[in-house]
């Protein structure tokens, strides 16, 4: 059973990964782009996103180890998500402090 959090994983990262190229797209319904530059909104967004990935894979071991937990383990995955929207939320306003670098 450890591959519905291997595929939610998986389905997670490839939204880190389309976050992270979006450049100046405007993708996230639940964020203030009016804060900051779009392109620095998604990327801040994007390596967030990895955190439910992690937790996700780490629920994937876990339930690899021990077959019981599987059920436990799928509250995981919509907590971890919500705490990563509050997390994105949260920190958009420190972007706007932040002064943009150019790579």
Same mark, same amino acid.
């Given at each position: 059973m450890?591959? &519905? ?6 389905? !997670?990262? @490839?939204?880190?990964? /389309?976050?992270?190229? #979006?450049?100046?797209?405007?993708? /996230? %319904?639940? &964020?203030?782009?009016? #804060? =900051?530059?779009?392109?620095?909104? %998604?990327?801040?967004? =994007?390596?967030? !996103?990895?955190l439910? &990935? $992690?937790? %996700?894979?780490? $629920? #994937?071991?876990? =339930? @690899? ?18 705490g ?6 949260a920190?958009? @306003? ?10």
């Open positions: 450890p591959e &519905v959090f291997l595929t939610i994983a998986l389905i !997670l990262f @490839g939204l880190a990964v /389309l976050l992270w190229f #979006a450049g100046g797209r405007r993708l /996230l %319904n639940f &964020v203030d782009y009016g #804060a =900051a530059p779009a392109a620095r909104i %998604n990327r801040h967004a =994007a390596a967030r !996103l990895l439910p &990935v $992690c937790v %996700n894979a780490g $629920c #994937a071991w876990a =339930a @690899g180890q021990h077959p019981q937990l599987t059920v436990p383990l799928l509250f995981l995955t919509p907590l971890s998500i919500l990563t929207v509050i997390w994105i939320g920190g958009i @306003g420190r972007l706007q402090a932040i002064p943009a670098t150019t790579p």
